[in-house]
């Protein structure tokens, strides 16, 4: 059972290995990104405050994504964790930690999806899921077999997020760069970090995420 985390800016990828490491491994995604925009869609206490920090690209408070994470963990005790876009700040970073170690766990690997900044505004303006079962498609990286159809449950009913735009993704991007690239050297000193090459073909990513997995087994 590994416990990793995905690390990258907005668009580098986590989301779509994530979701192909939860169905080849039976891992389980804990996406806060997905958590939040759940609480968001629900209109609960955590959605109504993290609406609006989310629409500008800003991250929401640790404290907040740390109890969401907290509150989910133990659902993937067995199969494993994927992190997918948490910890983004030294304090989620430490919080997990803490998370891990109170349920006799550990961290087995972290790794960063290394991307060229200027493509990542094409592969998130680009990017549509459907609206009924989520999977995630792209334009021209990832469209659909049968055009408007969805490959899964063959929904033709499919969403853009709110917070996909280019302005908003600039922002998200400036977020990562200040606040989640200085916790790279926090797993680097416990060797744990390993960078795969975020601008190859999506299969090929799979692949070196594989052969990094399977060392660590
Ligand atoms: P979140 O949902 O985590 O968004 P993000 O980090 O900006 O990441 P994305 O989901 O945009 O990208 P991804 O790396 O998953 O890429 P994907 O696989 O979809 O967070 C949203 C917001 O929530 C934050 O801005 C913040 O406000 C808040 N939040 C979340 N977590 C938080 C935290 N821990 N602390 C504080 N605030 C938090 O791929 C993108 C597209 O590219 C897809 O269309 C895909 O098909 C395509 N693609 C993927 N890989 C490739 C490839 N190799 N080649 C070509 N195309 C590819």
């Known amino acids: 059972m590994l416990n990793i985390i995905l690390l990258g800016p907005p668009g580098a990828g986590k989301g779509t290995q994530a979701a192909r490491l939860q ?11 997905d958590m939040l925009r759940e609480a968001v869609a629900a209109g609960t206490p955590i959605g109504r405050k993290a609406k ?19 509150e989910r963990l133990d659902a993937a005790a067995e199969q494993g964790a994927i992190f997918d876009g948490f910890p983004r700040t030294r304090a989620q970073a430490e919080a997990l930690d803490l998370l891990l170690t109170e349920r006799g766990r550990k961290l087995d690997q972290v790794i960063e999806l290394d991307v060229d900044e200027d ?4 592969r998130i303006v680009g990017r549509f899921s459907c609206a009924k079962c989520g999977t995630g498609y792209h334009d021209v990286f990832r469209p659909t077999k049968v055009p408007a159809v969805c490959d899964v449950c063959g929904s033709t009913e499919f969403k853009r997020r709110k917070d996909d735009n280019e302005q908003t993704v600039r922002t998200r991007m400036a977020e990562y760069r200040a606040k989640t690239e200085p916790i790279l050297p926090y797993y680097e000193e416990r060797r744990l970090l390993h960078r795969v090459d975020g601008m190859a073909p999506i299969d090929q990513v799979a692949a070196e995420i594989d052969v990094i997995l399977d060392g660590a087994v």
């Open 23 to 33: 169905a080849a491994r039976g891992m389980v995604q804990l996406s806060t990104g």
């Open 52 to 70: 609006a920090v989310m629409e500008r690209g800003e991250l929401v408070s640790d404290a907040i994504v740390s109890a969401l994470i907290g």
């Open 119 to 122: 493509a990542l505004v094409e």
